[in-house]
């Protein structure tokens, strides 16, 4: 099975969908950025926007990565807890780190608004719904660090309270953040890749990128099959497509992990609106964890590994994911899935996303853990003004050694990777 030929939702429900030809030939220009996703599109819009010639090579087509694949969730914070983070990098890095997450809903806000991009960007807030009696316990506890280092508020809720939100048999109560948003994300890459060339930038789509070589000119070429571009900058933004052959460094800092989705068919309003009650944006805390949401057009849109456990026959993911969708909500028993698809999320080894600079020259930003959405247009307007002013002051996320992942060897196979992100998650987790 190829998660990438299945389409997914999104793309059968977008806007007019602009086709762009491949690179032919030798192309100059300021600043070439590899992957056509969130973070390479933000990164051209804001640097086309102070005048730099930006140009994108994507393999595929724009969004056609996880950027056009995700559950549109633009959540506040990070896949770690904020209490975590907190223990692991102390209360200054901590708020800066959170002040960025908000900061990156309100970016994505600004730059939907500036450019009437139509995707569908509504600010609900999210829902984490608890599995579990303890988990409660422990929302209860982020709660109040929460409150108590950072002044930031959230709901926590006790499973009566929870059927106020969520019409589900399931969990044991939840909280809710009400600044999270949601939008279709893959109207919202077309949007700003439309934007984007129409500020001047070019994208060339079925182009992959296959060499990068820094010249002793201060010049960057990065070969395609049919063409070269010559650049001053280069970023490479591939997240969980990096290929090793591309760049062995950095594939070997990201651990690819799939994720798989599915979509019911259009359901009567009333129905979605009786399960999702104030069409907030939401995930569980299982440790395989579902993750969930109603559409615009009236679908519930459910996501997860598809696993029961590590050991799951591959071929089973999609059933695996429908049952999980009638754990959560029974009443969709009779519904009909619809859209069945996947992608690859970008996770680093500390489950936080790293953005940076190599010796070599090349610009960085991946591994969002799941929370691309939002971060990954703030970290390409960071790209965008750490490429325009190199003497930019600290960034939280900015990681300036980049060490390779444990058991990443040339023969590596995802397998083993995939164990590895279970075992850590389960040590988080339980
Ligand atoms: C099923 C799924 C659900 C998700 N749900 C959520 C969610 O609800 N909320 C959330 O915050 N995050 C979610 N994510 C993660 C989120 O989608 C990502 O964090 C975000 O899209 C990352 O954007 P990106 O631009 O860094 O990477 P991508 O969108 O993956 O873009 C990388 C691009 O690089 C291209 N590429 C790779 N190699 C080459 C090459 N050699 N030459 C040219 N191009 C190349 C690829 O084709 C791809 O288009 C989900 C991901 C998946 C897969």
Redesign the pocket.
Known sequence: MNLMDLMPLWEATSNNVTKREPLEGDRHCDVVL???????LSTAYHLQKEGYDTVI????KVG????G???????TGFSDSMSSILEQKGIETAKAMLDMSLDSIDLISQIIDENEISCGFHRNGHIVAAYKDSHVDKLKKEQETLKKHFDYDVDVLEKHELSNELNSPLYRGGSVDPNSAMFH?FNYAIGLADTLEGMGGTIYEK????NINHEASNKVVVSTPNGRVIAKEIVL???????EN?HKKIARTIIPIE???IATEQLPEDVVSNLIKKNRACFDTKNLLY?FRRTDDNRIAF?GSGRSTSKSDENNLFNNLHKGLLDVFPELEDASIAYRW?????FTREFLPYIGRLDDGTHF??G?A?????M?TLLGKVLAENIMDNDRGFSPLEKKELKTIPFYSQHAKVVNLMKYYYKVLDSIKN
């Open positions: 590899i992957g056509g996703g969130f973070s390479g090579l994507e393999k595929d056609g990565g996880a950027s694949r995700n559950g549109g969730q633009i959540l994300p182009t992959e990128a296959t933004v591939t997240n969980g497509y990096t290929s591309l994720s798989i989705m993750y996501g996947g992608g690859k999320v970008g930003a991946y969002y799941g929370h691309g959405a939002a990954s």
